[in-house]
């Protein structure tokens, strides 16, 4: 849970109390349906954030060069390597080569890193993520590994001649 589901949240509660108790003066009916347009307008106002956030990432990604993203996302101080990789893909990149690194993410002593890393494929690799449905980030990295492993199998970057496989992922903060 981030701090822009709490505000939600807030607003739809916030929302529903105040158009209730605006509505209520015309009765409990009244007050019923005002609570709802409350409800509704709280939680489109409680998502402004998220979106003025989620467009200030995307310029500051776009000012970057694929080579720049790509640094990022294997800096283990980086905030949201999915959105990394979305913006790889966006520009017509193929991220397949990035996967290794995302595998690497999935097994890091980090539960932090590993929570992003399950992000990273769920966003940007869906299709493995399906697979994992057992993969939980707070497991151990050797639990998480063996999760891996049996999902993986043997996973080709194309495009580098580099293959990555769960045996070999190791479990050092990449």
């Given at each position: 849970m981030t701090i822009f589901h709490v505000l939600v949240m807030c607003g739809l509660v916030f929302g529903a109390l105040l158009g209730y108790r605006v509505g209520v003066h015309a009765g409990v009916v009244i007050g019923g349906i005002t609570g709802v347009f409350g409800a509704l307008l709280g939680v489109?106002?409680?998502?402004?954030?998220?979106?003025?956030?989620?467009?200030?990432?995307?310029?500051?990604?776009?000012?970057?060069?694929?080579?720049?993203?790509?640094?990022?996302?294997?800096?283990?101080?980086?905030?949201?390597?999915?959105?990394?990789?979305?913006?790889?893909?966006?520009?017509?990149?193929?991220?397949s080569q990035d996967l290794p690194t995302v595998m690497q993410m999935l097994v890091s002593p980090s539960q932090l890193r590993r929570r992003q890393g399950w992000y990273a494929l769920a966003s940007a690799f869906p299709e493995l993520a399906r697979q994992s449905k057992d993969y939980r980030d707070g497991d151990t990295p050797q639990e998480c590994a063996e999760k891996i492993k049996r999902v993986s199998g043997q996973v080709s970057a194309p495009g580098n001649g580099r293959s990555t496989s769960a045996e070999g992922l190791s479990t050092s903060d990449q």
């Open positions: 489109i106002l409680a998502r402004i954030p998220l979106l003025l956030t989620l467009r200030w990432i995307k310029r500051a990604f776009q000012s970057k060069s694929s080579k720049e993203l790509r640094a990022m996302l294997g800096n283990p101080l980086a905030l949201g390597p999915n959105a990394i990789l979305l913006e790889l893909r966006s520009r017509g990149e193929d991220i």
